[in-house]
């Protein structure tokens, strides 16, 4: 599997933007999807997660910094898989990554395929 991330950019706070992670290969919608950030100086940490097709369990998983503001969803058709985000703050400035595993895990060491990365920032 490969990803590409991709809508990233400079917004004020308060304001919106929607990533996109592009997936090539066949067997993408086997796999969990995870969004990560990393800023400056600071370990990647797990924003959202979207689950593989029949999988079981609960379908997103967000951490709790982001809850309420970010959405993320997927179109195996497509191969694609979104995070929107509103009410972004400067605090959410940093690199946002996509990656794919097949374990439902919010450990990025877990991860097996990563995007490039797509810079975020949010100006106060």
């Known amino acids: 599997v490969q990803l590409q991330a991709s809508g990233g950019g400079l917004v004020q706070a308060g304001g919106s933007l929607r990533l996109s992670c592009a997936a090539s290969?066949?067997?993408?919608?086997?796999?969990?999807v995870g969004w990560f950030r990393q800023a400056p100086g600071k370990e990647r940490e797990f924003v959202a997660w979207?689950?593989?097709?029949?999988?079981?369990?609960?379908?997103?998983y967000y951490a709790d910094l982001v809850k309420g503001r970010f959405t993320i969803s997927r179109d195996n058709a497509k191969k694609v898989v979104h995070l929107q985000m509103i009410s972004l703050k400067p605090e959410d400035t940093s690199v946002y990554y996509c990656?794919?595993?097949?374990?439902?895990?919010?450990?990025?060491?877990?991860?097996?395929?990563w995007g490039q990365g797509t810079q975020v920032t949010v100006s106060s």
């Open positions: 979207v689950s593989w097709s029949g999988w079981s369990g609960r379908s997103t």
């Open positions: 990656a794919a595993s097949n374990d439902a895990t919010f450990d990025p060491d877990r991860y097996d395929y």
């Open positions: 290969g066949p067997t993408f919608g086997s796999y969990g």
